[in-house]
């Protein structure tokens, strides 16, 4: 699917927001990880190391931005838990479709 100019534009606008917004959750999760002081900081440590690396990969975190991939990158989002279908209601109709039926 060939993406408009303007959800292009409107896909780079927000997914500094949409990573932002996932990376709080993130945060969030490691913090509490780090403040349970019923464990050893070695494995407080060990155990949030455990959780960042894969997490860097994310598209929640690291995204190469390509016009060509919007959708792709749109449905991993989707997939991650990044965003909701509910966050692609200022994207054109067609995007959604598109979007919707390669998800199902």
């Known amino acids: 699917m060939e993406i408009s100019k303007t959800d ?4 780079c606008d927000k997914l500094p927001e949409w990573q932002e917004r996932y990376m ?3 945060d969030d999760e490691y913090s509490k ?3 349970d002081k019923d464990k050893p900081a070695s494995e ?3 155990e949030v190391d455990k959780l960042i690396r894969p997490d860097k990969k994310n598209p929640g975190v690291l995204l190469e931005l390509r016009k060509s991939n919007t959708v792709i ?8 838990d990044v ?10 109709e067609e995007l959604r479709e598109a979007v919707a039926s390669y998800m199902e």
Request: aromatic share 16%.
């Open 33 to 35: 990880l780090l403040s």
């Open 24 to 26: 709080e959750r993130l």
């Open 44 to 46: 407080r440590f060990w």
């Open 73 to 80: 990158d749109i449905m991993r989002l989707l997939r991650n």
């Open 83 to 92: 965003i909701t279908m509910d966050d692609l209601k200022d994207f054109s």
């Open 8 to 11: 292009w534009k409107l896909f």
